[in-house]
C-alpha cells in the first residue's frame, strides 16, 4: 500500500512539473496585426507604381515588431523583441528588394535618408523624409510617455529627490571616467573609448555627448541600443543573482535606469510599475548629467587625457 502510494506520489509529482510553454504575454491585438497587413498590402501600390515605398516600409517594420512580440516568455533572453525585429525587418527588406530587383543595400537606403521632418517642415526643399524618420519621430513622443509614470508615482520620487538626484549627479561622472578606463587598460583606440561614455545614455542625449567629446558616433549608437537590450535582458536576473531588493522601487529604477536608459525602464512598466517610474527619471537625469559632463572643457579634457587622446 505504502509503494502504491509512493508511486503514485512520484506519478503526480512528475506530471506536475511545468512544462516549455509556447505562449507570449506581449502578444498584440489581433485587429492591430490585421490592419497592419491590410497597409502593408496596400502600400505595395505606390511603391510599385511611383516608387514610394514609405508605407510599405512603416508596415513591414511594424508587422516584424509585430511578429518579434511572439517570441515565448522563456526564450527572450536569447530571441528579444528587438533584435529579432531587426533580423525579420532585414529578411522582409531583402524579399522585397528582390521583387522590385534592388539588392539589400539599395533597399535599405530607401529606409532612410536621415532627413527630420521638422527641417522638412521649415525647408521643403530638402529631401522628403523616409519611413525610418517617422518611425524616430514617434519615437519621441513614445519616450515622452514615461512621464505620465512619474505623475502616477511622484510622490515616492519627492520624498527621495534628493538622494536621487545628489547620487546620480556622482554616478554618471564616476560611470563615464571608469568606461574610459577600462577600455583604456584593454588596449581599445582612444576614439572609441570616448563612445562608451555615452553607453548609458538614451540615443538622443547620447548624440549630444558624442559631439562633445568627439569620439565614434556609429560605435556609440550601437553601443547604446546593445546596452539597453543588455539590460533589459539580463538586468532582472543579475539583481536576482546578488539578493537586490527588488522591493525597493527606488535603488531598483534607479540601478535600472541609469544603466539601461528608456529601453530597460519599459521592461519594468508591467511588472514593477513603481520602479519604472523612478527609472524614467533616473535614465533623463542620467543622460542630462552626461551631457553636461561632456559640455564643461576641463572635464572634457580630462576623459580624452584618460582615453589616451
Not at 558616433?217 to 539578493?243: N, Q, R, S, W
Amino acid at each position: 500500500m505504502n509503494k502504491t502510494t509512493t508511486t503514485n506520489s512520484n506519478t503526480s509529482s512528475k506530471s506536475s512539473k511545468p512544462k516549455f510553454q509556447w505562449k507570449s504575454s506581449a502578444l498584440p491585438s489581433k485587429y492591430s496585426f490585421i490592419t497592419y497587413l491590410l497597409i502593408y498590402t496596400v502600400s505595395w501600390i505606390p511603391a510599385a507604381l511611383w516608387d514610394f515605398p514609405q508605407p510599405l516600409h512603416i508596415a513591414a517594420t511594424v508587422l516584424s515588431f509585430f511578429i518579434s512580440l511572439g517570441v515565448p516568455d522563456r526564450l527572450r533572453v536569447i530571441f528579444h523583441p528587438l533584435i529579432t525585429c531587426a533580423f525579420v525587418s532585414y529578411a522582409v527588406f531583402w524579399i522585397q528588394g528582390l521583387i522590385f530587383g534592388r539588392s539589400l543595400k539599395d533597399e535599405v537606403r530607401l529606409y532612410t535618408n536621415n532627413s527630420k521632418y521638422l527641417l522638412y517642415l521649415n525647408d521643403t526643399s530638402l529631401p522628403f523624409p523616409k519611413a525610418t524618420e517617422l518611425l524616430f519621430a514617434l519615437l519621441d513622443v513614445t519616450v515622452v510617455t514615461f512621464s505620465f509614470k512619474i505623475l502616477e508615482h511622484h510622490r515616492l520620487i519627492l520624498r527621495h529627490i534628493f538622494e536621487l538626484v545628489g547620487s546620480i549627479i556622482l554616478l554618471s561622472l564616476t560611470s563615464m571616467i571608469v568606461h574610459i578606463l577600462l577600455c583604456r587598460l584593454l588596449g581599445v583606440a582612444p576614439l572609441y573609448s570616448l563612445s562608451m561614455a555615452s553607453r548609458s545614455s538614451t540615443n538622443p542625449l547620447a548624440v549630444q555627448v558624442v559631439n562633445y567629446l568627439h569620439s565614434d558616433m556609429a560605435i556609440a549608437i550601437v553601443l547604446v541600443a546593445f546596452t539597453g537590450v543588455f539590460t533589459d535582458i539580463m538586468g532582472l536576473p543579475l539583481l536576482k543573482l546578488v539578493h537586490f531588493p527588488l522591493k525597493d522601487s527606488l535603488a531598483h529604477g534607479a540601478c535600472m535606469g541609469c544603466a539601461g536608459h528608456a529601453m530597460a525602464t519599459a521592461g519594468l512598466v508591467k511588472d514593477f510599475p513603481s520602479a519604472s517610474a523612478v527609472s524614467s527619471i533616473s535614465f533623463v537625469l542620467f543622460s542630462t548629467c552626461c551631457v553636461i559632463w561632456s559640455a564643461i572643457p576641463p572635464i572634457a579634457s580630462l576623459l580624452r587625457f584618460i582615453a589616451g587622446m
